[in-house]
C-alpha cells in the first residue's frame, strides 16, 4: 500500500461522503451508491479528523461493496448519541457501507482497510445480515466537533506572516487535539509522527515553533531534541523554540527534558490557554 499522508483537519464530513458517492456513481451503469444519514446536523457541521485516511478507507470499502453487490450500495452515517453531540465533543461516528453480496457472504475488509483504520486510532469491521440495516462493513472513527467558541490569540511571526508550528506526536488521538488548538490560533502546522521525522523536518527549514512528543517510537523527542541543538550548534543555526509535550510529567522526565534543550514542558492533557500563554511567552523572549 503506498504511503498516505496525514491530513489532520477541519472537514465537513457531508461533502467528503458525498464526493465519494459522486465518483462512484460516475463510474458507469450498476453502479448506485446512495447516502442515508442519521447524524442530525453532525455531518452538515464542521469537524477535526484525519480526512484523508477517512476518504481512502471509506473509497476502498465502497469499491470493494461494488465488486460484489447484487444491488444498490449504501454509505450510512450513524451517530448513536446524536443529540448530545456539541461542539468541542469527541464523537464516535460509524459510517457503514451497506448492500446485499451476490455471493451471499461480505468479503473481508481490505488489508489497507485495517491498515489506514489503525493508523487513525478507529475501527474497522463486517457486518452481518443479522444487523438492522443489513450486512456490509463498518468503520468507525473519533472526531472532534469543531468549536465555534471565541477565537484564539493570533500566533504570528515578527512579520506578520502566521507561525509556522512543527508538531512531533504518533498518537492519533493526541494529533487531532493538538493540531486544532494551534490552528485555532491561525498558525500553519506541519505533523510528523516521530522523531527522526520531526528532525529532518526541521533541517528541511520554515519552522518557527516545534511542539515535540517526549515519547514516540521511531526515535522519541528526547533524542530528537537533543540532535537539533547539537546541529544548532555546529552549522551556526538560532536555536528553535522547542515546547516538551509528555504524559509523564515527572520530575525525572521534566529534568531529562531540560537536559536535552527544551525551552517549556508541557503535561498532557494539554489546557489550551496554558499552551497559548507558554508559546507567547517563548516568542516574546526570542524577540
Known sequence: MAAVSLDIRTFQLQKLVDEIAARHRAAGPGSSVEIVDRTGTLSAERVFGDANRIEKALDMLVTTARAVADGPVSILLDLPDVESAAPGDLV??????????????????????????????????????????????????????????????????????????????????????????????????????????????????????????????????????????????AEGRAPVPIIAVTAGATAPEIALCHKAGVDAVLPKPIQMDFLYARIRNLLSRRG
Not at 141 to 150: F, N, R, T, Y
Not at 165 to 170: K, S
Open 92 to 233: 464516535d461516528l460509524a459510517i457503514s457501507v451497506r448492500f446485499a453480496p451476490g455471493a451471499g457472504t461480505v468479503p473481508a475488509v481490505p488489508a489497507p482497510v485495517h491498515a489506514y483504520a489503525t493508523s487513525m486510532d478507529a475501527t474497522v469491521e463486517t457486518v452481518g445480515a443479522a444487523d438492522a440495516a443489513g450486512p456490509g462493513f463498518r468503520l468507525t472513527v473519533l472526531l472532534l466537533v469543531a468549536e465555534d467558541g471565541p477565537a484564539a490569540p493570533a500566533l504570528n511571526r515578527a512579520d506578520g506572516s502566521p507561525l509556522r508550528v512543527l508538531i512531533a506526536e504518533d498518537d492519533p488521538m493526541s494529533q487531532t487535539m493538538i493540531t486544532v488548538m494551534i490552528e485555532r490560533t491561525g498558525a500553519e502546522v506541519r505533523l510528523v509522527r516521530d522523531g527522526a521525522a520531526a528532525v529532518n523536518a526541521w533541517r528541511e527549514g520554515g519552522v518557527d515553533l516545534i511542539l515535540m512528543d517526549m515519547r514516540m517510537a521511531g526515535g522519541d523527542g528526547i533524542e530528537a531534541t537533543s540532535r537539533i541543538r547539537a546541529a544548532e550548534v
